[in-house]
């Protein structure tokens, strides 16, 4: 299992940005996929769940009505997109599946906000 991020980088407050999360060595449309972010000095939070076929997607109350989680099987890959950020978005966000009992994570892309 491969889970590799893509996207982040540096964005005014009210900008946006796309996320990408590229999966393989799973049979991608048949899981449950999540975000999660973890700022600095902070736990690291759920974000966003996309279940199979993209049915019932779910948010953290900080990000509810900002980002959408969308999910394109035919190219492995969950998207999470972002608008209207804060400084309080900056984070190292990551991308997350259960397979089995083992939960897999990407090594994150970097999400900052400032001016």
């Known amino acids: 299992v491969q889970l590799v991020e893509s996207g982040g980088g540096l964005v005014q407050p009210g900008g946006s940005l796309r996320l990408s999360c590229a999966a393989s060595?799973?049979?991608?449309?048949?899981?449950?996929m999540k975000w999660y972010r973890q700022a600095p000095r902070k736990e690291r939070e759920l974000v966003a769940f996309?279940?199979?076929?993209?049915?019932?997607?779910k948010y953290g109350d900080s990000v509810k009505g900002r980002f959408t989680v969308s999910r394109e099987d035919a190219e492995n890959t969950v998207y999470l997109q972002m608008s209207n950020l804060q400084p309080d978005d900056t984070a190292m966000y990551y991308c997350?599946?259960?397979?089995?009992?083992?939960?897999?994570w990407g090594k994150g892309t970097l999400v900052t906000v400032s001016s």
């Open positions: 997350n599946v259960v397979y089995g009992v083992m939960d897999y």
């Open positions: 060595g799973f049979r991608f449309s048949r899981y449950d």
């Open positions: 996309i279940s199979t076929g993209g049915g019932s997607r």
